[in-house]
C-alpha cells in the first residue's frame, strides 16, 4: 500500500502525464458535446443555442490522451458558447488530411470574434476577458496539443465568428531528446 500512496503522491505532484491510446477524435468530440449541451450557459435562453456536427466518418484513429483532448475541446467550446448569443451556432467539424497525416478539428462560432489586438494574446497564461475565470484554458489547451505533436490556431472566421484549428497527427512524432 505504501508504494501505491506514494505513486500517487507523486502524480499528484507533477501534471498530469498523458495516457496515449488509440483514439476517435470523433467520439471524443460527440461525448464533450453531449457536455456542452447540457452545460447552464448554453441552455440559457431562446431561441435555444446549437451544435451542429459535421464530422468525417471515415477518420483514422489517432494515437493521444482522450482526457485531455476533451479537455481542449471542452474549453474552447465553452468560451463558443460564451461568446455566442441567443439562437446562435457552434459547428464542429472534423476532416482527416492524408497529405499531411493529421486530423483536424475546427470549432467554429457565429460570436462576435475577437478584436485584432487580443488575437495573438489568447494563448497567454492567465489572459481573459471575462470577469471570471482564470485565462489558462487555452493556454493549457495550447500546450497540450502541442504536446501531442499538433498545433492550434484561431482566426476570425469571414462571415463573423471565430474558427479554432486543431491539428493532430495520428501519432505523436518524436521530438527527440529524453522526454
Known sequence: HVELLMKNLLNYARPVAAEPVSVNVN?????????????????????????????????????ADPQQLQQVFFNILLNSVDAISEGGKITVTTRYDEKKGVVA???RDTGK???????????????TTKGKGTGLGLAI???????????????????????????????????????
Open 113 to 127: 470574434g475577437i478584436p485584432a489586438e487580443l488575437m495573438e494574446k489568447i494563448f497567454q497564461p492567465f489572459f
Open 105 to 107: 478539428v475546427d470549432l
Open 141 to 179: 489547451s495550447k500546450r497540450i496539443i502541442e504536446e501531442h505533436g499538433g498545433s492550434i490556431g484561431v482566426a476570425n472566421h469571414v462571415s463573423g465568428g471565430v474558427a479554432f484549428t486543431i491539428t493532430l497527427p495520428l501519432k505523436p512524432q518524436d521530438k527527440g531528446g529524453a522526454t
Open 27 to 63: 467520439k471524443v468530440l460527440e461525448k464533450t458535446v453531449y457536455f456542452i449541451e447540457k452545460h447552464p450557459s448554453f441552455v440559457s435562453g431562446e431561441p435555444r443555442r446549437q451544435v451542429i456536427k459535421e464530422l468525417d466518418d471515415h477518420l483514422p484513429e489517432i494515437i
